[in-house]
């Protein structure tokens, strides 16, 4: 798998040199580069397979200045590309890259990461959605602080869905893939696991989870009854929270005035009716 490295750290550089040539045998370095405008002619040169870049680099640019550039000049991405970022903290950068299904790795770079990076690039077919996927990711960088409105769902057979966040009414877990509940009644699987929606979606978007294994997109809550702890969706459906998460739930929609505590007089009435 013909390889660049587009990292202006020398250090960072040898360590990821120094990790595919002992750990990935069918890695092959065939050019390395320090910065924006070099990373992008050894792109055009080697014309590679797949591409590690670290986001800040040197030449007053980023790699995402490399993606941008390529883009516009119609240049096809059939190659993938891991990003390197010392950013550990959940931001922006990183949210971006969970919202366009983009594969990175922080540094310093623990091998294990590493190996999972690559087994994700693998087995790609033709490198078909890469040109999309960095698309996605360059919009919702370019959109300055904005909570993108698209989702990238990584289907079967490496395949991409682009979805609108609003048109989801609910995702539901199933072992390490995910099922999204779309407004039109459509349903779609996702190969990724639902921890990562959860953190991305209720950070951004008006999601909450309800169980462990559902995460709900509250605009679609008609009602809530927090004694049977079920959420009436406005289709009719119904789903079930669980006790802990139920609690939040109510906590969450009361701070939010989406409901109101129950009277005095009304928790009088509900605790005499219970006691016959």
Do not use: C
């Not at 587009?6 to 069918?26: A, C, F, G, M, Y």
């Not at 792109?43 to 986001?55: G, N, S, Y």
């Amino acid at each position: 798998m013909k390889t660049l490295i587009i990292e202006d750290v020398q250090k960072d550089s040898e360590l990821l040199q120094l990790l595919l040539t002992r750990n990935h045998p069918e890695i092959e370095i065939t050019g390395t580069a320090r910065g924006a405008l070099s990373g992008y002619k050894l792109i055009l040169e080697q014309r590679p397979h797949l591409v590690f870049m670290d986001i800040e680099i040197e030449e007053r640019g980023t790699s995402f200045d490399i993606i941008d550039r390529l883009l516009n000049e119609g240049i096809p991405i059939n190659f993938d590309v891991v990003f390197m970022t010392a950013h550990k903290q959940y931001d922006y950068t990183t949210r971006a890259f969970e919202y366009a299904a983009v594969d990175y790795i922080t540094k310093p770079i623990d091998p294990h990461s590493l190996a999972r990076a690559i087994e994700r690039t693998r087995d790609r077919q033709q490198h078909k959605n890469a040109g999309r996927v960095l698309q996605e990711l360059v919009n919702i960088l370019k959109a300055d602080g904005s909570k993108s409105s698209v989702l990238s769902l990584p289907l079967a057979h490496h395949d991409l869905r682009m979805v609108q966040i609003e048109d989801i009414r609910y995702i539901k877990a199933d072992s390490v893939v995910s099922h999204f509940y779309m407004s039109n009644g459509e349903k779609i699987i996702a190969f990724r696991p639902l921890s990562v929606y959860r953190k991305l979606l209720e950070a951004d978007h008006n999601f909450f989870s309800i169980s462990q294994s559902l995460t709900v997109n509250l605009n679609y809550m008609e009602r809530y009854n927090h004694k049977h702890k079920t959420l009436n969706l406005t289709d009719g459906e119904v789903l079930h929270a669980s006790r802990m998460y139920g609690t939040k739930l109510y906590t969450h929609l009361r701070d939010t005035n989406r409901i109101k505590p129950p009277s005095l007089l009304e928790r009088i009435r509900q605790k005499l009716l219970t006691s016959f």
